[in-house]
């Protein structure tokens, strides 16, 4: 697989990352620890040198990508994430600095290794200022425990002040064909400030693989079904995007998917999106998108299409959408 650099700090990572979250849960019950481990370790046999994972996401996500990338730990780059009371983000926001360090040497311990290669703040935390939370940061690149400095959803304004006490080295939030905010201000910024950007959800939770219609059932503890973006009333109008774009795939000789993640990747050469799987072969379906070419006439019909089509449902329910305001 082809590699790409985060922005200028450095950072080099496979063009398509593994999200760890699914792993764990939130899409579904867990997967089994053998077979996560089998997944990770078939994903890096295939190319992907990139994955992530959060304290969020549960202990036993962040053990199993340790476990799972120990013979090949050198090769790789582990991102996970702090910011959370005692990891839960039911429980609210908690970017102390006594609390990242506190993160940081779990997560370490979890991951089995001695550094983490890329750090980030999940979700801002209005009650500790952004320069604190970059200092603790800088402390800990400095004392060798984290190598770069990244933030998650964060706007404009945070990410200039963490930046001014720390370089931030990839910003990662919510980007798709069905998710496009980022385009206004945050891309036109990190080109700016020379920052990567780490695409979550490439695939809209699901939408974009072509395989969702209103029939549609999500299991019990599928996250997607307490998103707007899924209702009934949503699904009708979403569902026309996601075939007009299918039609697209099919002259293309790809799938759905692959064409949302190949859009993604001709936005800009500094973008990596992470789409997550517990399936071996979609895991491949997705690497595939990296060799789908996209000329400019094809770029160019997917934005009038992209424009013509409005996607029904905010992307978060309110509760969820919380932890964003700032």
């Not at 899409?27 to 997944?39: F, H, I, K, Q």
């Amino acid at each position: 697989m082809k590699t790409r650099a985060l922005g200028k700090s450095g950072l080099e990572v496979s063009a398509l990352g593994l999200g760890c979250m699914g792993l764990t849960g939130g899409y579904g019950p867990a997967t089994d620890r053998a077979d996560g481990v089998r997944l990770i370790r078939g994903a890096f046999e295939r190319g992907v040198t990139f994955f992530d994972s959060a304290e969020a996401y549960g202990a036993a996500n962040e053990e199993m990508l340790g476990e799972a990338v120990a013979p090949f730990r050198e090769q790789v780059v582990l991102a996970t994430k702090f910011g959370f009371v005692n990891g839960d983000p039911r429980a609210g926001l908690d970017s102390r600095p006594e609390r990242i360090r506190e993160v940081a040497e779990q997560s370490l311990r979890r991951l089995g290794t001695g550094v983490i290669d890329l750090f980030y703040q999940h979700r801002v935390d209005p009650a500790v200022p952004i320069e604190d939370v970059a200092g603790v940061v800088r402390d800990l690149i400095h004392e060798g425990k984290v190598r770069y400095f990244g933030m998650s959803e964060a706007g404009v304004q945070m990410v200039r002040r963490a930046h001014a006490v720390q370089p931030v080295a990839a910003l990662q939030s919510e980007y798709s064909m069905f998710t496009r905010d980022p385009e206004e201000e945050i891309l036109p910024l990190l080109e700016q400030l020379g920052i990567g950007f780490v695409a979550f959800s490439p695939l809209g939770r699901g939408w974009l693989t072509g395989k969702i219609d209103r029939s549609t059932v999500f299991g019990a503890g599928d996250i997607r079904n307490m998103l707007p973006r899924f209702e009934k009333r949503a699904r009708a109008a979403n569902g026309r995007i996601v075939e007009r774009i299918g039609a697209i795939a099919n002259r293309k000789n790809a799938t759905t998917g692959q064409i949302a993640l190949a859009w993604l990747l001709a936005q800009r050469p500094w973008i990596t999106p992470i789409p997550g799987t517990t399936n071996l072969r979609r895991l491949e379906e997705n690497i595939g998108a990296g060799e789908v070419g996209l000329s400019a006439a094809d770029l160019a019909e997917i934005r009038e299409l992209l424009a013509q089509l409005v996607v029904r449902g905010h992307r978060y329910s309110p509760q969820m959408q919380k932890l964003l305001d700032r």
